[in-house]
């Protein structure tokens, strides 16, 4: 049985001894104050707010869901949660009802945080992501898990400031179409141009060592050895 405090946690109840539940939310639940909770055997423990929205936990405590009103609830003050058999939680709020479907809900993100620039592609190499956006290239260090109630912890590669078209992983090196030019990415997370006398668009391997580059006014070949 779980036990809901306001402003002390979680406690589980196992019949005959009551133990507070160390889950990665105790932070954010202490601060925003627990008002309801539901409990579903397939999807967890949910639990509404009165400030900052609902979230949901796992067996083992991990944060598995956080919806507030930027994601597109009427309010950050839930009163009621309920789950219906089809899958949809019904929200209870100080402004309504909101329907969530708990099988489609995703979490909208920005690699470049308040500017919400237009992304343009998306690559995996060397053990992060990387996202091309209007306002550069952005990388993000690959995990199993990540929070949500913690921010993605984006940085974007120096020298890579502006509009970034897209990335190529060719030979296990990583390129980088920017309207600067031609970059390659270092391991060491740094752009180092070798064409810049125009932007670049993408790059195809042709043969070994050889790389042909889609630029503004039409294709050069390179060597990448």
Known sequence: VYILTESNGIHIFD???????????????????????????????????????????????????????????????????????????????????DEVDIKNTTRRFYPDRELKGTIYDLDSWNGYWFFSSSYGLYYLKKQDYYNPLEDYKFERVKGTEGQCWGTDVIDNQLFCAHHKGALKINEHLESVPFYQEEGAWSFVK??????????????KLFDIK
């Open 206 to 219: 042709l043969r070994d060592e050889v790389i042909a580059v889609g630029l503004y006014s039409g294709i």
């Open 15 to 97: 019949g005959s001894s009551i133990e507070k539940w160390e889950t990665n939310a105790d932070a954010f639940l202490e601060k925003n104050t627990i008002s309801c909770g539901y409990y579903s055997p397939k999807y967890g423990l949910f639990i509404g707010t009165y400030f900052k929205g609902l979230i949901a936990l796992s067996k083992n405590g991990k944060t598995t869901l956080h919806l507030d009103v930027e994601d597109g609830i009427q309010s950050n003050n839930i009163n009621a949660l309920e789950l219906a058999p089809n899958g949809v939680l019904w929200v209870g709020s100080k402004k309504g009802i």
